[in-house]
């Protein structure tokens, strides 16, 4: 069985759209400003920033108004609890095992708070397995984690896909483990590196749709 490897963050669910109704709820607790939600995004930067550089961000533009337990409990917390699994992926993602693609999640973050995010989406009944870099102890582009998401699934990197919206991680992981690849692009341009996706797509649906539907 093919084996696709699919990011989860801002590719199976909007991870940003989630995090940023987080923050706003965050900002009306504490009686701040609720335009400070763009600079919080910025400092996030899609989850990228270490944890504790966003936690001296905050702390620094916030000082005693926001108690640095708040700040702990949301960087803890996430968006885990609001993120949402579309129905155009959900279908895409059933049409896939239907069509016998091995399907694993290759993602960066926290264990605790990647794995309630599958949960709580579902994602743990639509997919073989998956890996997080905390528990491995390798993130992507690193070739670790996709291995580990493929013994995870069951299945070998023979053949296999990568789905993802980061050039850095998604696209350029794949090309180290010699996989073929989609770029969800989300409506933005390729900004041009020495590696580049075999394939792009507007959307997650999309790319999953393009690749059972022409894996060649």
């Known amino acids: 069985m093919p084996l696709l490897l699919l990011d989860l963050d801002n ?9 940023r109704a987080t923050l706003l709820d965050f900002l009306a607790d504490h009686g701040l400003p609720e335009d400070d939600v763009d600079w919080l995004m910025t400092v996030d930067a899609s989850g990228y920033t270490p944890r504790p550089e966003v936690a001296r961000a905050m702390q620094g533009r916030y000082g005693d108004r926001v108690p640095g337990e708040a ?9 885990a609890d609001r993120v949402v699994l579309t129905a155009p992926v959900r279908t895409a993602l059933e049409k896939a095992t239907a069509a ?28 073989h397995g998956w890996a997080v870099s905390e528990a491995v102890g390798h993130k992507k582009p690193a070739p670790e984690i996709f291995h580990a998401a493929a013994a995870a699934a069951g299945a070998t990197l023979d053949g296999a896909w990568v789905i993802g919206d980061s050039p850095h991680a998604d696209i350029a992981g794949a090309a180290g483990i010699g996989a073929r690849s989609v770029w969800v692009s989300s409506g933005r341009s390729w900004t041009g590196t020495a590696l580049t996706p075999t394939r792009t797509a507007p959307d997650t649906a999309s790319a999953i749709d393009s690749v059972v539907g022409a894996p060649g």
Do not use: C, F, H, P
């Not at 590719?11 to 995090?19: Q, S, V």
């Open 100 to 127: 016998g693609w091995t399907l694993a999640i290759v993602t960066n973050g926290r264990t605790s708070q990647q794995e309630r995010k599958i949960r709580v989406t579902g994602l743990d009944a639509l997919t």
């Open 11 to 19: 590719t199976l669910i909007d991870r940003d759209a989630a995090y």
């Open 71 to 79: 700040v702990r409990a949301l960087l803890d917390r996430g968006a």
